[in-house]
């Protein structure tokens, strides 16, 4: 059963990506306030060229939540001191998270090591690398939301690529470890009803836009609701069942569509689609 219609921008939030070729952070934290969307997740780079006192700063003064901080994980590396260096990266992850008063430090977890073919391997340095953050994200309170991407991705962004592979994550990491969920990534799942079920609490955000039939580019070409073939109510629905009850998080990478759009205009058309498809 599809999820009740939505009938205000309450818990609409944009990632920042979706307009990352045409704003700044500070202009996207402006402009989405300007245009009464009150949550952002942002990007870590956009963060540095920020500055992490000034985003806070704006982030405050605009009266922002942010939904999330992308991104940690990439854990998986050829040599030891690499796979230090990842997770020595995702510790700084979680002090940003924390400067900015993120909800989540969402994780992409990283694929294939350069060279190798050992996914299930892979997969064991993922955990590894959890294992070696997640008592210093508990004592900052900052939860980790594992993404699982589409398999498309699972030899260069992520080995993680099914809800049942991130559930089974948190049941071994326990506290401290949710999921983000993407319908980009998840939509075509089997089991999805009965992951997102079984996540329950451990939802930690709901990432939306829609899957263009043709894709044009695997990684940059992903359509605004309701220009694609994912059923976004239906997932939502069961979203929503398992408990969750946050905002909806807008991440679009449109290169050759909304990347050259004026920027209002796509924040507007977000809006539009949020209550009318969403």
């Known amino acids: 059963m599809s999820a009740r219609p939505l009938v205000d921008h309450s818990r609409l939030s944009i990632n920042t990506a979706t307009t990352r070729a045409q704003w700044t952070l500070a202009e996207a934290i402006k402009g989405y306030a300007t245009l009464g969307v009150r949550g952002i997740s942002v990007w870590r780079d956009q963060l540095a060229d920020c500055g992490q006192k000034e985003a806070a700063r704006l982030l405050a003064d605009h009266g922002m939540t942010v939904t999330g901080l992308c991104r940690g994980g990439m854990f998986p590396a050829a040599t030891a001191a690499e796979r230090q260096a990842a997770i020595d990266d995702n510790l700084r992850a979680i002090e940003e998270a924390v400067a900015i008063g993120a909800q989540c430090l969402v994780l992409v977890v ?70 983000a969920v993407d319908v980009y990534h998840v939509w075509w799942d089997p089991d999805l009803e009965r992951e997102i079920s079984r996540a329950g609490s451990r939802i930690l955000a709901f990432h939306i836009c829609d899957w263009l039939v043709p894709t044009r580019d695997l990684l940059l070409d992903r359509g605004m609701m309701g220009d694609g073939v994912i059923d976004i109510p239906r997932i939502r629905g069961w979203v929503e069942a398992a408990g969750y009850d946050g905002f909806h998080e807008v991440e679009i990478f449109s290169a050759e569509t909304w990347w050259k759009r004026d920027p209002n205009e796509v924040v507007n058309t977000c809006k539009e689609r949020y209550l009318t498809v969403v």
């Open 110 to 179: 990283g694929g294939l090591p350069k060279g190798s073919k050992d996914i299930a391997g892979a997969r064991s340095m993922v955990l590894d690398g959890l294992s070696a953050i997640l008592e210093f994200a508990r004592s900052a309170g900052m939860p980790l939301a594992i993404e699982p991407l589409h398999p498309m991705y699972a030899a260069d962004r992520a080995c993680v690529n099914t809800m049942a592979q991130a559930n089974d994550l948190c049941d071994r990491l326990g506290p401290g470890v949710g999921i």
